[in-house]
């Protein structure tokens, strides 16, 4: 029996504009996701208590036929099961046997569909536990690339490669269409979090950047402007000049928000983390509803968010360092 844990992610800049080919930097958090394998005679059984899908185990054959009689939401459960499903494939693939049956149990503390990175996190921990529980070590690297063949097969090839290559390697990582790479010399970046307790429709939400942009040559000036936020900001990200990332944060949620990504509760979050002294705060991942992400190295923002209205919960996440470990 072998349990791996991955990292969950925000964006510190570049969301939306990396689908056009600019660059992201995307950031490991100190939140994660534990899987853990054990090798059996056949077949997969799955057990996730920690997932919003309020407490489900799932023992089917394996294959994928029949839907198991469990107490979450269709999609929700689809949506699991798929990434579980897929995950296991690739660990069939990488250690060469095909036949390979799995007890899997999942445990994860980050929010499900929150821009928060969890379903790349759980899967980059699922390859890591079950390859290792047959015997095989796969570099950080393989595991992210198997990963996100897995998003990418689950999401109808809409997934980009920030979220599960941020996982496997931790810290800050920048993304540029296929080129990912470890920024060097970040080892803290003190987030806050705050969490609406919603999420947003991904799929949605890049069409909607999609089409203002088609529509507009103002929309695509917007685009290459995150482009140009994110080349500024990694140029100071290892300086530990969080006043000048607060402000390029801020930026960036503007622009965001301009392409009409953001919502009331992510606004009233991202204010109230500014009015309280955050030195940047803009919203992570496809927006819509979800998580902010705050720069604060005191105790402000954290309360000041717990009294805001629409926000459900508030944490500090340290920039985790860490990627995908045995645990
Ligand atoms: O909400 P998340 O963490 O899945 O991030 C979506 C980020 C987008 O740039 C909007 C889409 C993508 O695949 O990069």
Not at 8 to 19: C, R
Not at 292 to 318: H, Q
Request: overall charge negative; aromatic content about 6%.
């Amino acid at each position: 029996m072998v349990t791996s844990s991955a990292p969950g992610k925000v964006y510190l800049f570049g969301e939306h504009a990396v689908v056009y080919g600019e660059p992201a930097v995307p950031c490991a958090i100190e939140r994660r996701a534990r899987v853990t394998a054990r090798e059996i005679d056949e077949g997969l059984r799955i057990h996730s208590e920690d997932l919003k899908l309020d407490g489900f185990t799932v023992e089917y054959d394996g294959d994928g036929a029949g839907r198991p009689d469990v107490d979450a939401s269709e999609p929700l459960l689809e949506a699991a099961m798929g990434y579980v499903n897929e995950a296991v494939a690739q660990v069939r693939d990488a250690a060469d046997v095909p036949d390979a049956g799995f007890e899997i149990r999942i445990e994860s503390d980050i929010p499900l569909g929150a821009g928060l990175g969890s379903s790349a996190a759980v899967v980059v921990a699922a390859i890591d536990a079950a390859t290792r529980e047959l015997g095989v070590e796969l570099s950080a690297e393989a595991i992210a690339e198997r990963a996100y063949q897995v998003e990418a097969a689950v999401q109808d090839g809409e997934a980009s490669r920030a979220d599960t290559f941020c996982s496997a390697k931790g810290g800050a990582v920048r993304v540029e269409g296929d080129d990912c790479r470890t920024v060097e010399g970040v080892d803290n970046l003190p987030f806050v979090i705050g969490y609406d307790g919603g999420a947003g429709d991904t799929g949605a939400l890049v069409a909607g950047v999609r089409s203002l942009r088609e529509e507009y040559d103002f929309a695509a000036d917007t685009v290459r402007a995150i482009g140009d936020i994110v080349r500024e900001g990694e140029s100071v990200l290892g300086s530990g000049d969080y006043e000048t990332l607060g402000d390029l944060m801020d930026f960036n949620h503007g622009l965001l928000s301009a392409l009409g990504v953001s919502s009331r509760s992510l606004d009233s979050m991202v204010w109230a983390a500014r009015d309280a002294g955050a030195m940047g705060a803009k919203l992570t991942g496809a927006g819509g509803g979800g998580c902010i992400v705050a720069l604060d190295d005191t105790d402000d923002a954290l309360t000041a968010l717990k009294y805001t209205p629409g926000c459900e919960s508030v944490f500090r996440a340290e920039l985790d360092t860490d990627g995908v470990r045995q645990e």
